[in-house]
């Protein structure tokens, strides 16, 4: 079993930054992919970005690329979300997933899912 606990949301002003951060716990997630995805009020959740296992493949959403990057520190069982030029389109609850899948996916069928942290983005 793996649990996931994601940090570093909050409000902010458009344009500003915030890191997020996916703690994992229980069984190593070396292996994983990992994602990060978002949901807001009335919506779907939808895809943000991902990494594979290895970290050396990344895949991000048309509306967050050149803004958003992901990370992953696998000995430290951790992985980032870096948010610069934030907007207020980006204001949503981020989620952090992990899948047995060595590859990424955009898909929201991942194994294991975090609680979530809140992200506002004003005007």
């Known amino acids: 079993q793996v649990q996931l606990v994601e940090s570093g949301g909050g409000l902010v002003q458009a344009g500003a930054s915030l890191r997020l951060s996916c703690a994992a716990s229980g069984r190593a997630i070396t292996t994983y992919s990992m994602g990060w995805f978002r949901q807001a009020p009335g919506k779907e959740r939808e895809f943000v970005a991902g990494?594979?296992?290895?970290?050396?493949?990344?895949s991000y959403s048309d509306s967050v690329k050149g803004r958003f990057t992901i990370s992953r520190e696998n000995a430290k069982k951790t992985v980032h979300l870096q948010m610069n030029s934030l907007k207020p389109e980006d204001t949503a609850v981020y989620y952090c997933?992990?899948?047995?899948?060595?590859?990424?996916?955009?898909?929201?069928?991942?194994?294991?899912w975090g609680q979530g942290t809140q992200v506002t983005v004003s005007s």
């Open positions: 997933a992990a899948d047995r899948t060595f590859e990424v996916h955009t898909t929201p069928d991942y194994d294991y």
């Open positions: 990494i594979n296992w290895s970290g050396g493949f990344t």
